[in-house]
């Protein structure tokens, strides 16, 4: 584990400025959300300034391609 590896409770930097880092990482619950309807509620194509300006906006979303990447190691180096 990169926290145990990199021996932070042992940082002299860390000590000085009363820093603690917790082996123990943080678990956190994620899921991919729904697109957006932002487009559709605020009826862009009916704004008088977007209008007066010539703006046009579709209500149609890009669509992308992607991926979920895996977490990072953290690296801590000591100067």
Not at 44 to 61: H, N, R, T, V
């Amino acid at each position: 584990m990169t926290v145990q590896h990199n021996a932070y409770d042992q940082d002299p930097y860390a000590k000085e400025f009363g820093i603690k880092i917790s082996e123990k990482l943080a678990s956190v619950e994620a899921r991919v959300l729904p697109a957006p309807w932002t487009v559709q509620h605020n009826a862009y194509d009916q704004d008088p300034y977007a209008k007066e300006f010539g703006i046009k906006i579709s209500e149609k979303l890009a669509s992308v391609e992607a991926r979920v990447l895996p977490a990072p190691w953290v690296s801590y180096c000591r100067t």
